[in-house]
């Protein structure tokens, strides 16, 4: 009888200690569910953020002014967060997500932002650009180069702004009248640093203003501030199919200049 109730109380006591066992690992794995499940929430609201950064650009009148910045922003995040980040102080290698591809077509529509249908600023690889994957945004490098060259005869910003602005006023038609001449004058030597003094307004129209060298560069910079006011529809956006990031945008010039 005595040995009957000890294995009963041993059998309860496995019973239990088996009943506490299933409970911890019933409780450890609804804790771990849990915690899968807080990290899948963190990881897409996450991505969520990310692309929200993007996503604001997924439109149809996207200005060129925020295509330019949007270049600059693409290249700092493949540098820093991407596989494609090579700097010692990048995370790039660690974080590893896909690069980011931007692209933009002015091809069909270029010469809209002309002022003589000749592109200057946006011939040869920008008519027709794309950023894939890079660390550096050659687009921008070239673009500033050729901009801050043809803002050399002017006395600041603000006055290449008012230059290529009057371009209708600078560059007259072959037999302009005096009042044309004068007017186009007055605009030129309020805003270069030209020093030539006024002989005859039709010599100095012909020979300064008129100029090649002269003429190149407000035409350059005119077209630099119509890129800026251009419209471009997003035409496409494509997703990497695992992480549901953001990796490809496609822009297109509609045409609209505002």
């Not at 003429?215 to 501030?225: A, P, R, T």
Request: with cysteine; net charge neutral.
């Amino acid at each position: 009888m005595e040995n009957a109730s000890k294995a009963l109380i041993m059998a309860g006591s496995v019973l239990i200690a088996l009943m506490i066992i299933g409970a911890l690992i019933l409780m450890f794995n609804s804790l771990s569910s849990y915690q899968d499940t807080n990290t899948q929430t963190a990881r897409e609201a996450q991505i969520i953020e990310f692309n929200n950064q993007y996503e604001m650009f997924n439109r149809n009148d996207v200005r060129g002014s925020d295509l330019y910045s949007l270049l600059n922003r693409v290249v700092d995040y493949n540098r820093r967060k991407s596989t494609s980040g090579i700097g010692s102080n990048d995370e790039g290698a660690d974080i590893a997500f896909e690069p980011m591809t931007i692209s933009y077509d002015l091809k069909e529509k270029e010469k809209d932002l002309t002022w003589d249908k000749t592109n200057r600023l946006f011939n040869n690889n920008y008519r027709n650009f794309e950023l894939n994957g890079a660390t550096v945004n050659q687009f921008e490098i070239d673009i500033k180069k050729k901009i801050e060259k043809a803002k050399k005869i002017a006395i600041n910003e603000n006055s290449m702004q008012n230059l290529a602005s009057g371009i209708d006023k600078l560059f007259l038609k072959e037999e302009p009248r005096d009042d044309e001449l004068w007017t186009a004058i007055k605009l030129w030597k309020a805003n270069t640093k030209n020093t030539h003094e006024i002989e005859n307004a039709k010599s100095y129209y012909e020979n300064i203003i008129n100029s090649m060298n002269n003429k190149e560069n407000i035409y350059i910079y005119y077209e630099y501030m119509q890129f800026k006011r251009a419209k471009f529809n997003c035409e496409n956006t494509e997703y990497n199919l695992k992480t549901g990031r953001i990796i490809k945008m496609k822009f297109k010039f509609n045409g609209k200049i505002e």
